[in-house]
């Protein structure tokens, strides 16, 4: 299945896919795409299940921030199309997302159709690869080229969370580069409709994945 598109075209099929690391009941599983288009106006989950990658021309990218549960949820939308069929790709800023991302913004040629694909590696976290043409996309930013996390520790010294606030930062400038200068090379992402923010990146080794705290699925809902 070519889950792919290049610019929505109002008057074709516009699909939505979000990554899911759980089942229904909270268990972790290998990553998928949860499929869902709009029925009647409203969105509905549709009969394809277990998609594992999403293939099409990169069209746009879109950096946006949402509220859920009184925090921000930040994340880039990714545009495929493939024929008539566009596909919208909101991709969280979790340790997942943003290896999607950071591949994604390392795309040098535009015209080849893109493929991602999620898969669970080895050690058993959920991973990704990005794919342009025939050529595996790496990440465009190492881990020491980033900023890192801010580790927060409680009076005795030990780690509550790691606050990504500068991280997400970073690659919201990164992709709002990538994206100028899609436009400035008069990409075919313009044929469809005016592009938005973007950024650019290459994907990690399979050592370098971390654990898929990546695709909390409880903050889905606040994507859309």
Same mark, same amino acid.
């Given at each position: 299945m070519a889950l792919g598109n290049k610019g929505y075209d109002q008057n074709g099929k516009l699909l939505v896919l979000k990554i899911k690391t759980k089942n229904a009941e909270g268990q972790e599983v290998p990553p998928y795409f949860q499929v869902s288009e709009k029925v009647d106006g409203s969105w509905k989950e549709t009969d394809n299940t277990g998609i594992t990658s999403v293939t099409g021309q990169l069209n746009n990218l879109e950096v @946006?921030? @949402?509220?859920?549960?009184?925090d921000i949820v930040r994340s880039v939308s990714v545009y495929l199309k493939d024929g008539d069929e566009t596909y919208l790709i909101d991709i969280r800023y979790s340790i997942l997302g943003r290896s999607i991302i950071n591949s994604l913004i390392n795309i040098e040629d535009t015209s080849k159709p893109v493929e991602i694909s999620l898969y669970q590696n080895k050690r058993g976290y959920s991973a990704s690869a990005v794919r342009s043409g025939d050529d595996t996309v790496s990440? @465009?930013?190492g881990l020491d080229e980033q900023p890192k996390p801010e580790e927060l520790r409680d009076k005795k010294g030990t780690l509550v969370k790691r606050d990504y606030s500068e991280v997400d930062d970073f690659f919201d400038e990164k992709v709002n580069e990538f994206l100028e200068s899609f436009v400035a090379k008069a990409s075919p992402l313009t044929e469809d409709k005016p592009v938005k923010e973007t950024k650019k990146e290459k994907k990690a080794p399979e050592a370098k994945q971390e654990p898929? &705290?990546?695709? &909390?699925?409880a903050d889905d809902e606040a994507l859309f």
């Open positions: @946006k921030q @949402k509220e859920f549960n009184g990440w @465009k930013f898929a &705290d990546a695709t &909390d699925d």
